[in-house]
């Protein structure tokens, strides 16, 4: 199963994260720093008692903007996380996030981490409860992303495990058992948020796909995965293509998002992915400036000669975190709109 069935062709969701309000989180501190890898506490505006209850109403508001844009499928926006990334990687028993080690970001600057002290293990489900909400505040597809095996270990300061493909797999196997319980709570498509695949090749091909096979191993329900090429806040320069993405073709995952628009992306990459859907980036992240439709359907467009668009879902390039919710929701609206006329276009309505 690539796509669930009750989607219509062409369909549009977010890849992870939507803008989260000004009232909740503090923006401009949030954008003046790279990712957070450990706890970043000090970036919400809510009093701890009152956080919980802000960040469910907070969740609410992203569930309604995807909504009313016209998104087929549905995220909680992660507007409970700091990042795409902490909010699980610091929930596992083995880590020790209060004496935090260092790693490289993507970007090459050193970047506090969680340090691995002991087996990682996941103790107790952690986004379950975070989906029954999403299930209870919407009718529609839900999708929930959790981070990748690979990209956590490579996140990490390893002070336990005799290397790093062993505490890659580590984490595999707790995000094999989180993604199981998201698919029993009733999760329709999950996701894998993998940027590290990317960022770290060599690496990545030596145990990166046997990492996320064992994440996946005996996974039944609709699993995506997600390679970008960072933030487009945070990374401002774009290569010229994936230095890691055909090796995923034997991978057992449904889905791949890739992002194309800001760019410009070869598309000659997807014939090496000819039996997988594609979640299709076609919103550029890089500027708030709002797309027109007729801008982000060309973009679609591109694909058709690789792909038949009944393989595509259409996204943004990434998460939408450090976007304006003014530009966020502009730009999902170019994408609803997008895909609407090109179904009709190509004579896909129902």
Same mark, same amino acid.
């Given at each position: 199963m ?15 994260s ?8 503090? /923006? ?11 706890r ?5 505006r ?7 209850e ?12 995807q ?10 926006g ?6 795409y990334s902490?909010h +699980?990687?610091?929930?596992l028993? !083995? ?5 935090? !080690?260092?790693?490289?970001d /993507?970007s090459?600057?050193?970047n ?6 002991g ?7 952690v986004?379950?409860?975070d989906l029954? +909400? ?6 529609? =597809? ?9 990209t956590?270990?490579?996140?990490a300061?390893? *002070? ?6 062993s505490?890659?797999m ?7 058992a989180?993604v %199981?319980?998201l698919f029993?709570?009733?999760?329709? =498509?999950?996701q ?10 060599? $690496?990545? /091909?030596?145990y990166?796909l046997?990492t ?7 996974i039944?329900?609709?699993t $995506?995965v997600?390679?970008?090429f960072g ?11 994936y ?5 995923? $073709? !034997? ?5 791949i ?7 410009n ?10 039996d ?11 500027t708030?400036?709002?797309?027109t ?5 060309r973009r =679609?467009?591109?694909?058709f *000669?690789?792909l038949p668009? /009944? ?5 943004? *390039?990434?998460?939408m975190?450090y ?7 502009g ?6 709109? $997008?895909? %609407? ?10």
């Amino acid at each position: 199963m690539t796509v669930p069935a009750s989607l219509p062709p062409l369909p549009t969701s977010l890849v992870g994260s939507y803008a989260q309000p000004e009232w909740l989180i503090d /923006r401009a501190r949030l954008a003046d720093r790279f990712p957070p890898r450990v706890r970043a506490k000090e970036l919400w505006r809510i009093a701890p008692e009152f956080l919980a209850e802000a960040q469910d109403d907070a969740t609410v508001v992203a569930v309604r903007a995807q909504e009313l844009a016209g998104l087929d499928i549905v995220t909680d926006g992660e507007i409970r996380r700091e990042s795409y990334s902490n909010h +699980f990687a610091t929930a596992l028993q !083995g880590v020790d996030v209060d004496n935090p !080690g260092t790693a490289l970001d /993507r970007s090459g600057h050193p970047n506090p981490v969680p340090r691995i002290v002991g087996p990682i293990r996941r103790t107790h489900p952690v986004q379950v409860d975070d989906l029954r +909400f999403l299930r209870a505040h919407t009718d529609r =597809v839900i999708k929930m992303t959790v981070p990748g095996p690979f990209t956590m270990a490579q996140q990490a300061q390893n *002070d336990y495990y005799p290397d790093d493909a062993s505490a890659a797999m580590a984490y595999a196997q707790a995000v094999n058992a989180e993604v %199981a319980d998201l698919f029993e709570a009733g999760a329709d =498509v999950v996701q894998l948020d993998e940027p590290y695949l990317q960022a770290r090749p060599a $690496a990545a /091909r030596e145990y990166g796909l046997a990492t996320l096979n064992a994440a996946l191993e005996g996974i039944t329900g609709t699993t $995506a995965v997600h390679l970008c090429f960072g933030y487009a806040a945070i990374i401002h320069e774009r290569p010229e293509g994936y230095s890691f993405l055909p090796e995923l $073709a !034997g991978c057992p995952v449904d889905q791949i998002s890739i992002e194309t628009a800001q760019s410009n992306l070869d598309l000659g990459v997807l014939a090496d992915l000819s039996d997988k859907t594609v979640i299709l980036g076609v919103l550029d992240l890089s500027t708030p400036a709002v797309e027109t439709v007729e801008v982000v359907a060309r973009r =679609v467009r591109r694909a058709f *000669d690789r792909l038949p668009p /009944r393989q595509l879902v259409l996204a943004p *390039d990434c998460g939408m975190k450090y976007l304006p919710r003014s530009a966020a929701e502009g730009k999902l609206r170019a994408l609803a709109g $997008a895909a %609407a006329l090109l179904r009709e276009e190509l004579g896909l309505l129902d």
